[in-house]
């Protein structure tokens, strides 16, 4: 019989007759020298553990024979003291501290004693597989040794089992579920106890079939299959062609409304669109949007419009997904508003919309002209702030900032990797108690997010995590006991990238924490040798403490106010300030990034909130307490015309809303205030 390599891994099995392997091994069956069909074992002696080396001799245990030697049984001679291997009626005796192996009378030399460790019993590999009929070969480069051993009589006798299988039809497409036809058997009757998967082309072998599935391709797979018996032998791979033509992407063919044309502020009814895709697939998502044509540049808006508000004609744009993921080419129809107005847009806004939707505002009021409002009480407590944000984009491993803090602390970063040296780099903050006594450490909220080339998404995410409900973490630290607060870890952060977070913290004694970039394998041992980064001359790196600010508002009915976050505004609104650690200068947090903004309304009326974004593109998130926080807005904002609906407040009633300028995102904002009596006036 013409032998073939034959690769299998040795499975734990839950029968009586087979034992467990301790090691990542692979059997072949191949001719020896002397042309005789033999079983050659691969072992991995760096995962391995029935394969050691002591004093430059490899030895196997006798774990390693029960279970790798076809036959074999163990059993100790408690007159003779001595451990006794049968394989197939031929004893092979060895004993603790002996130097050779005896069988039928005969004596093996062994190159080093039988030793006894862990519990063991070990004996020299080369001189026992000799004894036996077999060899070694070692393979210095890659840590593997293959050891030769002759095949038992069942093995000899044993007839390989024969793959077979195949497909109800020629060709699928992709995405299309279907099954394999198989019929392996094995001549001796032996039962099939594994099999092997593969596709040409693709070194990987797979268990099942449905698991190599997913890595069908376009066009013709040549796949082939192998199955092992319960003896142990594989048979020959056997292959069968599989054609898989491409998925096509669903095409809407026809989006109508109820209508030729509506009022302003009346319901916009979609009917039922038709599509073309493959019979069996489903469609699982919609992406709508609109744009007002009646202006230059008019904003995109990520919805489905369920009314509008401005006279002249949209843009309702459709794609849909299908279950295979391909999104269709957008589809589009115009929708015409005519100059009657059923209902105003700050009316429906208010009413009927929802938190987060974007104001149009094509009537392009400005929100600049509201009138500021004075707030009865503003408060500035709270947390120390520790901002690591300068350097933004990091170019090498080192240090980007350090303090200390005791009581609240608040730890904001927002870092791109800039490296270049193609190195694995890793996000860290680490605490150390820094004070002769243990300590209690609780963080009270955090969120990490990233990494993603989407700053603005990143942003917004944590800013939505950390003014929602938090969930807290206790520690105990040691007297100079330092852990991470936080670490990448595992994590692929590639050049170009962006990561972004922010911790709520207290401490009941000074914490100190440091916050870098640093290599895969870093260690605390190894911070003492990173350098301190420089600021990059642009972006704010600090600690400012008191970093949160408590505003009362009292809203009449008179007319709308405005109140100006993140921007100087006369008494009512200050920019942060505190210190930079690292060269002990003075900071400005420009922007008030990292400053939670607590704002206590009242109102003499129902009163909507709107938040008007004054800088570039805008991303963020509102919380109320006791409630819930939101994307804020649900899409993008771009300059100062639109805005977004937060919320109302009803008379009496108080309400406290949460604020903080996302990553990102620029500064200022307009919290907006307007009495329903108004709604109908913008």
């Known amino acids: 019989m013409k032998a073939k390599n034959l690769l299998m891994s040795i499975v734990v099995c839950a029968f009586a007759l087979t034992m467990p392997t301790f090691g990542e091994q692979h059997i072949e069956y191949v001719q020896n020298s002397y042309n005789e069909l033999v079983k050659e074992i691969s072992i991995n002696l760096s995962t391995d553990k029935t394969v050691r080396n002591f004093n430059n001799t490899y030895y196997i245990s006798t774990d390693f024979i029960k279970n790798n030697i076809s036959g074999a049984s163990l059993t100790w001679n408690s007159t003779s003291k001595t451990t006794e291997v049968n394989i197939e009626g031929k004893i092979y005796s060895f004993k603790a501290d002996d130097q050779e192996l005896i069988s039928s009378g005969i004596s093996y030399p062994l190159s080093a004693p039988v030793l006894v460790k862990d519990n063991k019993t070990w004996v020299p590999m080369k001189g026992f597989m000799e004894a036996i009929g077999g060899g070694i070969q070692y393979n210095a480069s890659n840590k593997t040794m293959k050891i030769q051993m002759p095949l038992t009589e069942i093995e000899r006798l044993n007839n390989p089992p024969v793959a077979d299988f195949g497909f109800e039809a020629e060709s699928y497409i992709e995405g299309e579920d279907f099954n394999v036809v198989e019929k392996s058997m094995d001549p001796d009757g032996h039962l099939i106890t594994d099999k092997s998967w593969k596709i040409q082309g693709d070194s990987k072998e797979y268990k099942t079939f449905e698991e190599l599935k997913p890595n069908l391709k376009v066009g013709t797979n040549i796949i082939s299959l192998r199955v ?9 791979w056997t292959s069968n062609e599989l054609k898989i033509t491409a998925n096509q992407a669903p ?19 979609f009917k039922d669109y038709t599509y073309e895709n493959e019979e069996w697939e489903e469609i699982v998502e919609e992406k709508w949007t609109y744009q007002y044509m009646g202006q230059e540049d008019s904003q995109i808006h ?22 295979f993921g391909k999104w269709s080419k957008p589809y589009s129809i115009e929708v015409k508003v005519t100059d009657k107005v059923m209902q105003s847009e700050l009316m429906y806004r208010f009413t009927e ?38 350097p933004e984009s990091i ?59 989407d700053v603005l998404y990143l ?216 009495p329903e009596s108004m709604w109908n006036n913008y």
Not at 228 to 236: I, N, P, Q, T, Y
Not at 251 to 269: A, C, F, H, N, R
Not at 417 to 423: F, M, V
Not at 627 to 648: D, E, M, Q, W
């Open 353 to 390: 919309g929802r938190m987060g939707d974007i104001l149009e505002n094509y009537n392009n009021f400005n929100f600049q002209n509201f009138e500021a409002i004075i707030p009865t009480r503003a408060t500035y407590t709270g947390a120390t702030l520790l901002m690591s944000n300068s």
């Open 459 to 674: 942003g917004q995410q944590v800013t939505q995590d950390i003014l929602g409900q938090g969930r807290e973490k206790q520690y105990t630290l040691e007297p100079g006991e330092k852990r991470y607060l936080y670490d990448t870890g595992n994590r692929s952060w590639y050049t170009g990238q962006t990561i972004s977070g922010m911790l709520d913290l207290y401490s009941q004694s000074p914490l100190k924490i440091t916050i870098a970039m640093v290599g895969d394998k870093t260690e605390f041992q190894h911070m003492e040798g990173l350098t301190y980064l420089p600021h990059d001359g642009v972006h704010t790196r600090g600690t400012f403490p008191n970093a949160d600010r408590y505003y009362t508002v009292d809203i009449d009915k008179s007319k709308p106010y405005k109140l100006m976050l993140g921007l100087p505004s006369g008494d009512i609104e200050q920019l942060i300030t505190g210190y930079d650690a690292l060269t002990g200068k003075d900071a400005v947090n420009k922007g008030n990034y990292g400053v939670k903004y607590h704002i206590q309304i009242t109102t003499e009326e129902n009163t909507g909130i709107l938040l008007n974004p004054r800088g570039n593109i805008f991303k963020g998130a509102v919380g109320w307490v006791n409630g819930r926080s939101f994307a804020a807005p649900s899409g993008h904002l771009n300059g100062g015309k639109n805005a977004v609906t937060i919320g109302t407040v009803q008379p009496d009633k108080k309400k406290e809303l949460l604020y903080m300028l996302p990553n990102g995102s620029s500064a200022p904002v307009l919290i907006c205030f307007i």
């Open 302 to 323: 990520e919805d489905k419009p369920y009314k509008l508000f401005s006279e002249g004609t949209y843009k309702v744009t459709l794609e849909i997904k299908d279950s």
């Open 395 to 453: 170019p090498t491993k080192g240090i980007l900032y350090e303090d200390t803090f005791e009581g609240e602390g608040r730890i904001l970063y927002h870092h791109k990797n800039a490296s270049t040296d193609g190195s694995k780099k890793r996000f860290v903050i680490i605490m150390e108690n820094i004070n002769e006594f243990p300590i209690k450490v609780i963080n009270m909220n955090e969120s990490h997010k990233g990494p993603s080339t």
């Open 228 to 236: 092992k018996d319960s003896v142990g032998r594989w048979g020959e």
């Open 251 to 269: 095409v809407v063919t026809e989006l109508k409304t109820d209508k030729e044309s509506y009022s302003q502020g009346e319901p916009i009814l």
